[in-house]
C-alpha cells in the first residue's frame, strides 16, 4: 500500500456524490466491465453506495443493493484507475460486507470480470442463481435491471458476456 491508501477514508455516498459516482462508473462503461447508469437511478439507490474518499476527492465508489431476505449483491464497485492496487476496493468492499451482515444478509453476490479480487476475499465461482425456485419467481417481479442479470433473465444476456456470477457466504 501507498501513502494514497492510508489517507482512504469509506463513507456512506450522499446525494453530492453522484456525479463523481457516475464519473467513476463511466471509467468501465466503454469496455463492458460496468453498465452505465442513468443519474436518475443513481439518486435512487445512493443510499446502497459507498465512497472512498482521498484528500477530499471521490475515488471509488461501491454498493450493496439487498435482492431477498438473505441475499445481497455487490454492485457498481470501481476505483479510480491511478489508486487502483492501493486497497481502495478492498476497504470499500470490506465496508460493504459489514453492511450486509449488519442487515442480516448471509449471501452476498456479484456479476464481474474481476474475478481474482473478489476470489481473494472469499467469494467463488458459481453457476446459477442460488434461490430457491419460489424467491426467482418472487424475483421476477422486480424491475431492476441487475436483479434480471442475477437471475440470467434472456433480456440481459448481451449485458452480462464474459461475466462471472460469485458468492459469498457470511
Request: aromatic share 8%.
Amino acid at each position: 500500500m501507498t501513502d494514497t491508501a492510508h489517507a482512504i477514508i469509506v463513507r456512506t455516498a450522499r446525494t453530492a456524490d453522484v456525479a463523481a459516482i457516475r464519473a467513476l462508473i463511466g471509467t468501465y462503461t466503454d469496455d463492458g466491465r460496468l453498465m452505465a447508469k442513468a443519474q436518475v437511478t443513481l439518486f435512487e439507490s445512493v443510499q446502497e453506495f459507498v465512497v472512498a474518499e482521498s484528500n477530499g476527492q471521490i475515488v471509488g465508489c461501491g454498493a450493496l443493493h439487498v435482492m431477498w431476505e438473505d441475499l445481497a449483491e455487490v454492485r457498481s464497485l470501481a476505483v479510480e484507475p491511478r489508486v487502483q492496487s492501493q486497497g481502495v476496493g478492498s476497504a470499500m468492499l470490506t465496508t460493504l460486507l459489514e453492511r450486509a451482515r449488519s442487515l442480516g444478509v448471509r449471501r452476498v453476490f456479484c456479476l464481474t470480470f474481476e474475478t481474482s479480487f473478489f476470489s481473494r476475499h472469499g467469494f467463488g465461482e458459481i453457476d446459477s442463481a442460488p434461490v430457491s425456485h419460489a424467491v426467482f419467481e418472487e424475483l421476477l417481479q422486480s424491475y431492476d435491471q441487475g436483479v434480471a442479470e442475477f437471475l440470467d433473465l434472456e433480456r440481459v444476456k448481451p449485458n452480462t458476456l464474459g461475466n462471472h456470477r460469485m458468492l459469498l457466504r457470511l
